[in-house]
């Protein structure tokens, strides 16, 4: 059974938003047109409490993209994104949500992120997901979205160890750092994730 995952397409990682994905606008029309191939359809949104420990606004002295330490793991400072119930979390307003069966939303817990659409940053909390997907019958999981390298790339790794067989759909999904995402790229491929093109499923 196959299971679209799309992460992330929202206002804030738009060229137009506050932390800009490249060309994340191109990847809607690819996402639109992908969606009758599968059997079931779900999205992410990160949706942050204005307070949340990610933004550097909320650590005196600290800029965008510095880094810190957080329950001993680095966490990148962004600048404000995806404040819930703004329009800058809300969905690409062309992006098809008319077939999406269930939206889960993360990075909601103030005092840690959550890349990944199943774990936060922790993995201390489980978002569901997982038992979701597996209940709906999902054998087969295609992600694609924004960013590649960050939160499509976190979740494709933790979907793939949680035994779903794993699609990266490389044309429906943009990366902050292309070169990053080019050296993850590989190390997906060697763990058995394997990366398609929307022509392809
Ligand atoms: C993301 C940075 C911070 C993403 C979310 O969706 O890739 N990146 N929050
Ligand atoms: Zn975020």
Same mark, same amino acid.
């Given at each position: 059974?196959?299971?679209?995952? #799309?992460?992330?397409? $929202? !206002? ?13 606008? =191109?990847? *809607?029309? *690819?996402?639109?047109?992908? $969606?009758?191939?599968?059997? +079931? ?11 949340? *420990? ?5 650590? =005196?002295? %600290? @800029? !965008?993209?510095? =880094? ?14 995806? #404040? ?16 999406? =069966? ?9 005092? #840690?992120?959550?890349? @990944? ?29 924004? /960013? @590649?390298?960050?939160? *499509? ?22 990366? +902050?750092?292309? %070169? ?13 994730? %394997?990366?398609?093109?929307? /022509?392809? #499923?």
């Amino acid at each position: 059974m196959k299971t679209l995952l #799309i992460i992330d397409v $929202q !206002n804030d990682f738009m060229p137009s938003g506050s932390l800009p994905v490249p060309y994340g606008n =191109e990847i *809607v029309p *690819v996402i639109n047109a992908i $969606q009758d191939k599968f059997d +079931l359809i779900v999205a992410t949104q990160d949706w942050h409490p204005r307070n949340h *420990v990610s933004f550097a606004n909320n650590h =005196e002295g %600290k @800029s !965008n993209f510095d =880094e810190i330490e957080i329950y001993g793991k680095t966490q990148t400072l962004w600048p404000d994104h995806c #404040i819930q119930g703004t329009e800058g979390a809300a969905f690409h307003r062309d992006l098809n949500t008319e077939k999406m =069966e269930a939206i889960f939303r993360k990075g909601t817990d103030t005092t #840690i992120d959550s890349y @990944s659409a199943f774990y936060d940053n922790g993995h201390l909390k489980s978002t569901g997901l997982t038992g979701y997907l597996k209940e709906k019958g999902t054998t087969q999981l295609f992600l694609c979205g924004l /960013a @590649s390298d960050i939160c *499509v790339y976190f979740s494709i790794i933790d979907a793939f160890k949680e035994g779903f067989t794993c699609f990266f759909i490389e044309d429906a999904s943009k990366a +902050l750092d292309t %070169k990053e995402f080019e050296n993850l790229k590989k190390s997906m491929i060697t763990m058995g994730i %394997k990366m398609v093109t929307s /022509a392809s #499923i």
